[in-house]
């Protein structure tokens, strides 16, 4: 049966045929006709943010913890640059976020029209893939390419921009024989049969090494490759790094887990790399965070690199070995390759590298004695998403992580304000299941306005502010290697608690260890959102530190004594 439907039916026809249950997005005079359609596809749901930056961002949050499109819809101009933070924070972290904008009608485009802006031009770098829809007979294919683009091969954010006429003119629909074209691609696979050589070669890399170690990223996640990694490591008894994004890839209690590595990795963990002979890296980017510098980085290693994205391989580091496919596949086919062993006086060697905790804390209100309440408190299934700056650490580093896709974090961009609307997205994605934004103080007041979609809406994410009066990453930098001079970073806060009573939600405040568990039972307890305020020592440090630009072998383990400004 066909229908004649304006443009901005078919739209939301099409994303119903995608699969697509939820949009987050705000409205404005480009938008206009699709919002009038919306309510006529009951499928849809639709959640208003109170700033498109979130709506941007909680897409985001809900295409991690689904492994499902995320979509956000604003309206041109203002609408479409307040998306641009939140494309760019998808792209660095290959997530698949579909985002839709209106546009002045297009006899007005080129016209400096009101509230015009050239959003594809703003968003070409930013996005895998950004598209004007000229005319309405092209949406169906625009829409469908635009969600294939997004989800196969490594994700990546998409922008469909179309204008308002297109969103008005009409034409005959009829829905697809097949239903839609709705697909998941889990596991997105290019050919590997051509790999043979390459892996025979990784596989015996991997048996003749003497100090192997599995470096773990995003793609194990991204590429639901848990399974095939434990596999894997346990046959061949190599240790496991987990890179910020990598983190909650392999459980944390296994006992070949080392932790996180890096500007902020732990000591043993960047000297087990210093020290390695083979570095297997699945789904990873070797980034300067990761690498230090990276003339010295892993300087004894072969590097063999599995990645879906053949543009990644030696784009970082040097690759002995790259293997460009899905990790669940080639990870299985090389499992088969290594013979069984147990690597035990590599792992004893490594052992030996570790080192006492650095963290020291005035007072007892370690972001450790936090984050320990808010596992217990919460139980299992719980994600933690995390902002940006030294709690982010501290949440990477401290937390525990069990469960597969556990911790959503702003890895690439680093994108302060990510926390609160990402979470919101996860909810959505894993409801009923206890999610936390965890926040430093910064960074919770570049989003907190969110907290209104929360009680709106009704979404009972638990919002945690690591309160330190300063923005902290930035504070600890200027203390190491600026002289103490804190330029910029001592930050003034609202008193949270009335903050939460003004919008409705229970709200805390802990300022001792005591105050903990109970301020936490309780926030998990309440049914709705919740936020909990934790004063912690206002000048506490990450340690250790390699600086930047710094040799993984050389970490900063204390506070240097204030150096010369440069
Ligand atoms: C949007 C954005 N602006 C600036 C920065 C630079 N930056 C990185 S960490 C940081 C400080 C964060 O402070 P806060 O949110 O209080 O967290 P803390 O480090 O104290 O835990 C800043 C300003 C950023 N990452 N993102």
Redesign the pocket.
Known sequence: MSEILSGAHILCRLLEEQGVELVFGYPGGAIMPFYHALPETPALRHILVRHEQAAAHAADGYARASGRPGVCVATSGPGATNLVTGIATAQMDSSPVVAITGQVSRAMIGRDAFQETDVIGITLPITKHSVVVDDITELPEKVREAFDIATEGRPGPVLIDVPKDVQNQKMEWSRPANGGGHRIVESPNRPIADLGGNLTAAAQLVASARRPLLMVGHGVILGNAYAEVRTLAEKAGIPVITTLLGISAFPESHPLHLGMPGMHGEVHVNRAIQHADVILGIGLRFDDRVTGNTAAFAPQAKIIHVDLDPGEIGKNVPVAVGLVGSAKDIVARLTELVPARSCESWREEIAGFKRERHESYRGDMSPETILAAIREGSGPGATIVS?????QMWVAKLYGYQEPNSHISSGGL????FAVPAAIGVHFARPGRPVWAI??????Q?NMQEIATMVQEGIPVKMAI?N?G?????RQWQQFFHGRRYSATP?WSPDYVKLAEAYGIAGYRVEQARQIDEAVARAVRDPGPALVEFLIEQEANVFPMIPPGGSLSEPIESAPAAAPVP
């Open positions: 902002d940006v700056g030294q709690h680093g994108t302060m304000g926040s430093g103080d910064g960074g919770f570049m690591f330190n300063y923005l902290g990453m930035v930050i």
